[in-house]
């Protein structure tokens, strides 16, 4: 194996906050420990197309507070194909770029882990996605941001719900995993939340209503996560049709849940991984993702980490379910 003198950081799938401390923190570490940086703009797009730039570190000055990526993101359809991954190895070739950082989701690291595998060469993953569903890393860059972002957003739908003693189904993202539903609506007080890791065959919504769903409160949250065949307004046309007095309303978060300054949590777990990313490189590791498991850096080979049944904790169902009499 070649050394490796150039490093490639690139952010690719949907943006989270903490990307752009992730990006710092990969160029700062990288450029001190003597590596060359390029930073590769809109996703494996921009390597496909040539968009890289060399890196200083005042090209990553005063962005650990900014939410989104300076980097620009994309979903690509071009490196989902062969002849696309093969542009992207001949740029990657003709701008020296021995290894590559690839920040984001469960997407864009199994982008990398074909891709490496295809050209032999070293990719090594960043945890870079509000959905948490990245096996091997007890919380993923931008998930607490987001999580924290929820439970405002819920705070201030309680106030008008409390006032109008209304029922409010709220849905949030998540892509297929329920962690920000579930955890969102306990950070929030919620009364309940429908989610894909609670049991299919049961219906979560006439589980809830069996219990009584306004016994002890005029006024009720009900937290929806958007990897539920039928979102919010189905669940909220239910209601209407069985209880025809409630009054039931519909808020669908949606992209505002992805933007904003990236909390103090955020912003460690985007420097640790990002350190870790160029230890990583020094170590000789190919083809990980950096995470952070009971507070130890921790390197999850890519077949780990896109695992599709990184584990939920049955018993934050029961900590709501006791919570929310
Ligand atoms: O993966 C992050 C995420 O925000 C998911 O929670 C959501 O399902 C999806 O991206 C939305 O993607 P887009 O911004 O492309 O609509």
Redesign the pocket.
């Known amino acids: 194996m070649s050394r490796i003198r150039t490093v490639g950081v690139l952010t690719s799938?949907?943006?989270?906050p903490g990307m752009n401390a992730a990006i710092r923190a990969v160029t700062r570490a990288g450029i001190y420990n003597g590596f060359n940086i390029k930073g590769i703009y809109r996703g494996w797009d921009g390597l496909i197309n040539g968009e890289i730039r060399d890196f200083t570190t005042e090209n990553v000055s005063g962005i650990i507070m900014m939410g989104g990526t300076i980097l620009k993101t994309a979903?690509s359809n071009e490196f989902m194909k062969p002849e696309g991954r093969k542009k992207a190895y001949e740029n990657m070739q003709k701008e020296g770029i021995d290894a590559l950082v690839v920040i984001g989701?469960?997407?864009s690291l199994t982008g990398a882990r074909v891709f490496a595998e295809e050209y032999d060469v070293c990719c090594i993953g960043l945890p870079g996605?509000?959905?948490n569903?990245l096996y091997g890393t007890d919380s993923t860059i931008g998930y607490d941001t987001t999580m924290n972002t929820i439970m405002e957003c819920v705070d201030r739908i309680r106030d008008t719900a409390q006032s109008h003693e209304r029922i409010f189904f709220i849905e949030v993202?998540?892509?297929d995993a329920g962690f920000?539903a579930q955890n969102s609506a306990i950070a929030s007080g919620a009364e309940a939340a429908i989610i894909p890791e609670d049991s299919t065959d049961v219906d979560q919504l006439a589980r809830f209503m069996k219990r009584g769903i306004r016994k002890s409160k005029k006024s009720c949250i009900v937290i929806v996560s958007?990897?539920k065949k039928c979102g919010a307004l189905y669940y909220a046309d239910r209601v209407k049709k069985e209880f025809p007095d409630y009054d039931v309303r519909v808020s669908i978060l949606g992209?505002l849940?992805?933007g904003g300054r990236p909390t103090a949590h955020d912003r460690v777990l985007a420097a640790r991984t990002g350190v870790g990313a160029i230890e990583a490189i020094l170590q000789g590791q190919r083809n990980v993702m950096v995470g952070v498991r009971y507070n130890e850096v921790v390197y999850v080979p890519f077949n780990e980490a896109i695992r599709s049944d990184k584990p939920f904790d049955k018993k934050l169902i029961k900590v709501l379910d006791e919570l929310s009499i």
Do not use: P, V, W, Y
């Open positions: 799938g949907g943006d989270a979903r989701g469960n997407g996605t509000i959905d569903d993202m998540g892509r920000l958007e990897s992209h849940q992805r």
